[in-house]
């Protein structure tokens, strides 16, 4: 029988037919593997159902010899040394697609929750200040007709785009191309015209090595001080301590973030002692419903990789087809 190691618990219908098909070995503990802990469990592993806290590196696949596929529940696959695995011959798969609306739906709700200040003002209401009515108080920002910029114009991207067009705003984004394919909305071509422009600041460029640190102390200088900034994506991408500075010195008026440095971000972080700052706990694509598609397209990479097939999801069959373990093996 085939082994297959799944990192963290999972959904039973995605147990089952994994169950079905191999020997599996779900890891149940509250905490991800620590490194050694990940090396010791790859022992005679055929596919690796991995995740985000999993640094999937050369020593991890080198611990499994007949490791073929590698399976990311996620679309972004930074945590796996992709090169790596190239080299090797095995296979490695993502959850494209299916998580991109509930990504945007969480990148556009926290748009609206900064711009009309849903984070801030129930705290006023629930410590008892809620003072007389005030024409000039508890002012927020419109999001209608305000100019929402994009940073990267991928699949997430685009649905965010949708939804700033729904509410009637201007949508600017910034990509390697233009796209033809979301009308009414404008390419700009320098990201800082972009973050000159913009009244809230949507990021969705996936982790690399040029997006790394991508916004730091001079991209939040060319912000206007009334512009929200909000990061869906990955942490690295934004430098931390410049963002907490453009915050805590008013040179931008918020941000939301669904990612930081490092995950779990630590309760006493500097960031969190900010009114003007809300963290959400890397959960863009929580909802029941997506979760569980993403853990039935892992299923149906893993269950490919183990019979030898391509599996349906693979990110790099073009770089590895010649050498794969996959071949010749059904
Ligand atoms: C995942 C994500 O839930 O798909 C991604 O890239 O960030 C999330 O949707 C996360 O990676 C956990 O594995």
Known sequence: MPKILVTRRTFDQAAAELRAAADVVIWEDADSPDQAG??????????????????????????APNLKVIAEFGVGYDNIDEAAA??????????????????????????????????????????????????????????????????????????????????????????RNPRNDVPGTIYVDSLEELLQRSDYVSLHNPLT??????MSTEQFKLMKPTAYFVNTTRGPVVDQEALYEALKSGGIAGAAID??????LPANHPLLTLDNC????????????????????????????????????????????GRSRLEGKA
């Open 38 to 63: 990940l090396i010791e469990a790859m022992r005679d592993v055929d596919a690796l159902y991995a995740h985000i806290t999993n640094q999937v590196d050369a020593a991890v696949m080198d611990a």
């Open 86 to 175: 190239t080299e090797r011959g095995i296979a490695v798969c993502n959850t494209p697609g299916v998580l991109s609306e509930s990504t945007a739906d969480l990148a556009f709700a926290l748009v609206m929750a900064l711009g009309r200040r849903v984070n801030d003002l129930p705290g006023i209401v629930k410590n008892g200040e809620w003072g007389d009515f005030d024409p000039v108080g508890y002012l927020a920002t419109d999001i209608h007709h305000k100019t929402l910029g994009i940073v990267g114009m991928g699949r997430i991207g685009a649905e965010v785009a949708k939804r700033g067009l729904g509410f009637d705003m201007e949508v600017i984004y910034h990509n």
């Open 209 to 214: 090595p040029e997006t790394t640190g991508l």
């Open 259 to 264: 990612v930081t440095v490092p995950e779990p």
């Open 278 to 321: 809300l963290v959400m706990p890397h959960v863009a694509s929580a909802t029941g419903d997506t979760r569980l598609k993403m853990a039935m397209m892992c299923v149906e990479n893993v269950l490919a990789g183990i019979k030898g097939d391509w599996p349906p999801y693979c990110v790099n069959r073009d770089a590895i087809e």
